[in-house]
C-alpha cells in the first residue's frame, strides 16, 4: 500500500487513494485536479501511477452564529 502523505520539494501532498495501471486514466484524473485548483504529483510504484495533491487554502470562512 502507498504511503498516505509524502513529500515533494519540501510540500506536503496526500494520496487520493488510487492505484491507476494506465497512464492515460491517471492523467486524465491528474487533469481534473488541477482544473479544481490543486497541485498534483504523479509516481510509479509497484508498476502503478499513483497521485498525490495539494491545495492551498486561499480562504478561511468562519461562521460565529
Do not use: N, P
Amino acid at each position: 500500500m502507498a504511503e498516505q502523505a509524502r513529500l515533494f520539494e519540501g510540500k506536503k501532498f496526500m494520496w487520493d487513494g488510487q492505484e491507476y495501471d494506465d497512464e492515460k486514466k491517471a492523467s486524465s484524473v491528474q487533469k481534473q485536479y488541477i482544473e479544481k485548483g490543486f497541485e498534483v504529483q504523479a509516481c510509479r510504484e509497484d508498476g502503478k501511477i499513483l497521485l498525490y495533491t495539494r491545495r492551498v487554502v486561499t480562504e478561511v470562512v468562519v461562521d460565529e452564529s
